[in-house]
T-cell receptor, first 114, second 112 residues
């Protein structure tokens, strides 16, 4: 079945460590996104990519990095520079037909800093 | 910054009642979408309304859009316990193609 797969579902990190969250899609979508969600709050855009080998910063990119070497994959690295990384991370993709597109989401990765 | 802001933040109703939530946004948009999120899960797309549309229906959902007021509303008719979830609006700003931004959401609880 087509969809978006995020892994791991749960991740624990010690302070000062970098961690990488995986996001893979087999929907043949051009655009991919990373959002952060804090408890009881909405989604904030970290990074997005509309084409392979290109990506743009969202509203809260500091302390995060991404790569888009393949159309299917958009991994997110949470670096030690991110001061408050404990959150729920959501990856999404979109076909972006014309000037619009529906977002398809993965099931999320919950990162906890110990 | 959040492009969309929903109200109310939380809504508690009984089965069979209607649920209405609103979304306001700041800049001109290409379209506005509503999503649903069950606790601890990813978001699921419900409905999209384009900037040149005023109303759209999908099953028990009715969405309106007023671009002059930069606001939208989502109505869920004849609510069911299974409608319990958080609902978010997302906008695609006219000057930021493909950059989808979300509001803080409305948490809806439907009691049997």
């Amino acid at each position: 079945d087509g969809g978006i797969t995020q892994s791991p579902k749960y991740l624990f990190r010690k302070e000062g460590q970098n961690v990488t969250l995986s996001c893979e899609q087999n929907l043949n979508h051009d655009a991919m996104y990373w959002y952060r969600q804090d408890p009881g709050q909405g989604l904030r855009l970290i990074y997005y990519s509309q084409i392979v080998n290109d990506f743009q910063k969202g509203d809260i990119a500091e302390g995060y990095s991404v790569s888009r070497e393949k159309k299917e994959s958009f991994p997110l690295t949470v670096t030690s520079a991110q001061k408050n990384p404990t959150a729920f991370y959501l990856c999404a993709s979109s076909k972006l037909t014309g000037n619009t597109g529906e977002l398809f989401f993965g099931e999320g990765s919950r990162l906890t800093v110990l | 910054s959040q492009q969309g802001e929903e109200d109310p933040q939380a809504l508690s109703i009984q089965e069979g009642e209607n649920a209405t939530m609103n979304c306001s946004y700041k800049t001109s948009i290409n379209n506005l979408q509503w999503y649903r999120q069950n606790s601890g899960r990813g978001l699921v797309h419900l409905i999209l309304i384009r900037s040149n549309e005023r109303e759209k229906h999908s099953g028990r959902l009715r969405v309106t859009l007023d671009t002059s007021k930069k606001s939208s509303s989502l109505l869920i008719t004849a609510s069911r316990a299974a409608d319990t979830a958080s609902y978010f609006c997302a906008t695609d700003a006219a000057d930021s193609w493909g950059k989808f931004q979300f509001g803080a959401g409305t948490q809806v609880v439907v009691t049997p």
